[in-house]
């Protein structure tokens, strides 16, 4: 970029170097200039990168027309690299380089002129910018910056198919000559591969590309400069590229014939071999199937692909029998998963073996003729002994050789057949029923004579075939009813009936009346033909109060053989009906019962009602009662219960040091005092020493009673060793309404002036100590303070 001039008031004079060949149009009308009044216009200068001579290099020269020679202007420069990489001459202004300069490091310089009276050191003219331009020279060669490079391409791919693309950067300045115009060539490998020389874009040069053979090339690509000139500067760098896989390969069992044994007694399911197909290709291209192609084969054996492994797993179908065929050969055929069409013109992507197996032979049980079970038919009135069939199993390993037969007990606990252990003829051993039984399943298991633990057992299904020994019978118990006004030829009931039996042809039954019955003029039976049957009236002007039941006997005869038959009885009720036919009462006494009660009746259903309610009265009475008294008593045996402890234990709370109920029994002393009959039963309930002062005969209370039972709750303590080893006081009190009992608490005694003398506290020992001094009397100085 050229900087737009800088005019100063007089007259321009510039010099330097300047390199014509590149610029000619701006060195050109540099020169064209005619001198004008104006100051100096600066251009950029030029010099020349990589400089190797002893001497500054010139740049160029700086100067202003006020300048006449005389040495009085001196000519300074500052900016980038003034005074160090470039110096003036402060007397011509001629500019000098003293170091080597690298265009691909910096490329311009820029800086400030300046034009200074020598004595004054004043600026005789306003300072201007110039810049310093670093000429290219082709100093730097091509480098890879990405290399080396890895790429891939599919085998068999056509020639000129795209691999990768490689670059390569060249610092020279691309705007100056060719120095920065790079091609590119292949210089190892090109049989295979060409690159671009302009895009640097590498291709394949052959379609035979075969990863089986080789699976990777590497290249070396040179990047030159100068558009490949002569003296152009290069570089290289190395190119891999790998051949990657396609299904180009079939399958290929490395082997025709694969040989195998098996027992005949093998299970199904028992694995007989392994086989593999071989691929030469790679990944899932070498994935496969393998498949059974003869149909002997498919039946016998089944083929698997183990997924881990790709081989093919053969495992027995259907059970091998020696006997039958001793050696089996079996198709094998392995098939690519994956196959790609491009290449279908290779081949069949397939491959086949041949699997022999060879069955061996051993010591087998005998075999039932048929294998899956036999159906036998007998008839249920068969006499004992008869014949019912006969079962036959042979030994498959020796010919003719003897079995014998028996029947699994299990599946006969009645014993209702036998069998012949040598001939296999099962005859009958019980009375048959089918209608008790229509069907047996037996067990019957045939050993070898020479080796009983060669077993072997086979089911046997009997039918019982049905015989006409069962009578038919009306299904239910049938009942009809019909209305007093009934219609003669109306439908009563239809009745069906039943047989245990079962002929081959099926039922047919005939109906008719009993004998009994013929001469009936009040119903007649209709054989609808279906085996079924209806009873019609042959009358009308039924009375239920003259006869309100009929018995109806009606025969019914079966087809047979032999013709069987039996009689059932229909009860027909005559009843009273509305107008609309509905039945209201078949009872005959219905209309001589009166719809309301008598008057005796009624009465004792009074009579109950309030003997209940009596009863349920005094209950709740009783229960009040009850009641009443028990809250009286709770009341009466209310106390209050203080505890003190002079050392530390249980608590405030611990109530377990003491018999809180011999405590409470304040009604089972032997003393009493002042009692009186005049008391009365209210008195009953309060405790004896308060009914003694409210008999009113004076007295005061006697309180020995206390001393006794405190004396003796004393003893019973020192003698308990469960008892904490403390002190414990107790007062108890009636509290009520208007009670004649004064408080025995211990504040209220201790607040109050009491007459009582409790100096003999002093004298039960050390356990009442601390209670003998709340009660002892009061000392004089004590009063006083």
């Known amino acids: 970029m050229i900087p737009r001039p800088f005019q100063w008031s007089h007259d321009l004079l510039l010099k330097g170097a300047c390199p014509l060949q590149d610029f000619p149009n701006e060195c050109q009308e540099l020169m064209s200039h005619e001198r004008v009044k104006r100051g100096w216009v600066w ?42 990489i470039f110096i003036i001459d402060e007397l011509t202004g001629d500019i000098h380089a003293t170091e080597r300069l690298d265009r691909e490091e910096q490329s311009y310089y820029t800086l400030r002129a300046q034009a200074r009276d020598r004595l004054t050191n004043h600026l005789l003219e306003s300072e201007s910018e110039f810049v ?40 020279d300045d691309p705007t100056y000559g060719s120095s920065a115009r790079v091609v590119y060539s292949v210089l190892d490998g090109e049989r295979f591969f060409t690159v671009d020389r302009q895009t640097g874009l590498i291709r394949t040069a052959v379609a035979d590309l075969d990863r089986e053979k080789q699976d990777r090339y590497e ?49 199904v399911g028992t694995p007989v071999g392994r086989v593999i197909a071989t691929d030469a290709d790679m990944g899932e291209n070498t994935d496969m199937s393998y498949l059974i192609k003869d149909e002997e084969g498919g039946e016998l054996f089944k083929v698997t692909t183990d997924s881990d492994t790709q081989e093919a797993i053969i495992t027995i179908k259907k059970a091998l029998d020696f006997e039958s065929k001793r050696t089996h050969n079996v198709v094998v055929e392995a098939v690519n998963k994956h196959v790609d069409p491009r290449f279908s013109e290779l081949g069949s992507f397939r491959d086949q073996t041949i699997v022999r197996v060879s069955v061996n032979d051993i010591d087998e049980p005998p075999v039932f003729h048929p294998a899956e079970g036999t159906i036998l038919e007998v008839q249920e009135d068969a ?23 028996s029947i699994d007990q299990s599946t006969d ?38 080796n009983v633990s060669q077993i072997s057992h086979s089911s046997v299904s009997i039918r019982i075939l049905d015989v006409n020994d069962n009578p038919p019978e009306l299904a239910t118990p049938y009942e009809a009813s019909i209305c007093e006004d009934a219609k003669p030829g109306q439908l009563i009931h239809s009745i069906s009936v039943v047989d245990r039996d079962e002929p081959q042809l099926g039922h047919r039954y005939y109906f008719t009346l009993a004998p009994e019955a013929t001469n009936n003029r009040h119903f007649t039976l209709w054989d609808v033909k279906d085996n079924t049957a209806g009873i019609r009236t042959q009358r009308s002007g039924f009375n239920r109060h003259e006869q309100n039941v009929y018995l ?8 047979g053989p032999p013709a069987l038959s039996s009689t059932g009885t229909l009860t027909i009720h005559v009843c009273g009906c509305d107008p609309e036919g509905t039945i209201q009462s078949c009872n005959a006494t219905a209309y001589a019962i009166s719809a309301s009660l008598s008057p005796g009746a009624l009465i004792a259903l009074l009579v109950c009602m309030l003997i209940l309610i009596v009863l349920v009265l005094l209950i709740l009475t009783l229960k009040r009662h009850r009641k009443g008294q028990s809250m009286s008593e709770d009341e009466e045996d209310m106390r209050d219960n203080v505890i003190k402890y002079n050392d530390e234990g249980g608590g405030e709370q611990d109530t377990q040091a003491y018999d809180m109920s011999t405590l409470r029994n304040l009604f089972d002393f032997p003393e009493t005092k002042g009692s009186s009959s005049e008391s009365g039963p209210e008195l009953r309930t309060l405790p004896q020493w308060i009914q003694g002062r ?55 005694t201790l607040s109050t002036t009491s007459d009582q003398d409790f100096s003999y506290l002093s004298d039960w020992g050390p356990r009442f100590r601390q209670l003998a001094g709340y009660y002892a009397p009061g000392h004089p100085e004590e009063d006083g303070s």
């Open 43 to 84: 251009n950029q200068f030029f010099v020349v990168e990589e400089y190797t001579g002893t001497e500054p290099l010139y740049v160029g020269k700086i100067h202003t027309d006020s300048d006449e020679g005389e040495g009085n202007i001196k000519y300074t420069i500052s900016g980038e690299g003034a005074g160090t």
């Open 132 to 171: 310093i331009k670093v000429q290219d020279i082709n100093d730097s060669e091509p480098k890879f910056l990405e290399g080396p490079y890895i790429g891939s391409v599919g085998e068999l791919s056509q020639i000129g198919t795209s691999v990768m693309k490689v670059t390569a950067s060249d610092a």
């Open 219 to 267: 290249l070396v690509v040179k990047a030159t400069d100068m558009a490949g000139q002569m003296g152009g500067l290069s570089g290289s760098t190395t190119v891999t590229i790998v051949i990657t896989d396609v299904n180009d390969n079939p399958p290929r069992f490395p082997q025709k014939m694969y040989q195998f044994s098996m027992s005949e007694g093998a299970a």
């Open 383 to 405: 006499r004992l002994g008869a014949l019912v069939g006969t079962v036959t199993a042979k030994d498959p390993d020796t010919e003719n050789a003897p079995v014998r037969y």
């Open 413 to 450: 606990q009645e014993q209702i057949f036998h069998i012949d252990p040598v001939s296999g003829a099962i005859t009958l051993g019980n009375i048959l029923d089918r209608e008790t039984a229509g069907w047996h399943n037996i067990t019957v298991m045939a050993v070898e004579a020479d």
């Open 552 to 559: 109806l006997p009606i025969l019914v005869v079966d087809s």
């Open 694 to 748: 409210m008999s009113g005969d004076g007295e005061a209370a006697d309180f020995s009673l206390f001393k006794g039972y405190i004396r003796k709750k004393v003893e019973q303590t020192d003698g308990d060793l469960s008892v904490p080893p403390y002190d414990s006081f107790q007062t108890y009190a009636f509290e009520g309404n208007s009670s004649p009992a004064l408080s025995l608490s211990s504040i209220h």
